[in-house]
């Protein structure tokens, strides 16, 4: 191989290193769903932190919930979510949240897909009986997360588009 075929591939390969491989936002953003736009930065209700840090830790709710699963909780509320983080696909979920019929609707799905987990760690039990206990602590888990669900609809204080944060 002469040196001008080697320096013509070498600038080949820098060109697409330059174009595909940036890591500046604003050559990248639209090739890497996960870079932070304005929306993710926007203030969430302050019971979405604490959601998220229980919700999507298999270790303390149970149930590892996906993005797909995150997406299809959004579509069961007729809601319309990019697929990005898990982080960043609950919060912009929740980040508009005024109401418990809201809430109630969204804890709802995700219970649909925690219940179905419940089900696949009951058959595994049986199939596996000698991982039973395993399956019977994620499920115990998941139950005290559908708990923690009803508390937080309990808690939650509606707010009304009429009412004026500044008005005592």
Do not use: W
């Amino acid at each position: 191989m002469n040196h001008e075929d080697l320096a013509d591939l070498r600038a080949e390969f820098d060109k697409f290193v330059q174009e595909k491989c940036s890591l500046e936002p604003e050559q990248n953003g639209a090739q890497n769903p996960d870079i932070g736009d304005k929306e993710d930065e926007e203030p969430v209700p302050q019971f979405v932190d604490a959601l998220t840090e229980k919700l999507l830790a298999p270790v303390i709710s149970g149930v590892y919930l996906s993005r797909l699963d995150i997406k299809r909780v959004a579509e069961g509320i007729d809601e319309s979510l990019p697929i990005k983080e898990r982080l960043k696909m609950v919060r912009a979920l929740f980040r508009h949240t005024t109401s418990k019929d809201y809430l109630r609707q969204a804890f709802d799905e995700i219970n649909k897909h925690i219940n179905g987990r419940i089900l696949i760690y009951n058959q595994l039990a049986e199939a596996f009986p000698a991982s039973k206990t395993v399956f019977e602590e994620n499920v115990v888990k998941a139950e005290k997360t559908k708990k923690m669900f009803e508390q937080i609809i309990e808690d939650f204080e509606e707010i009304e588009p009429t009412d004026d944060p500044m008005f005592i």
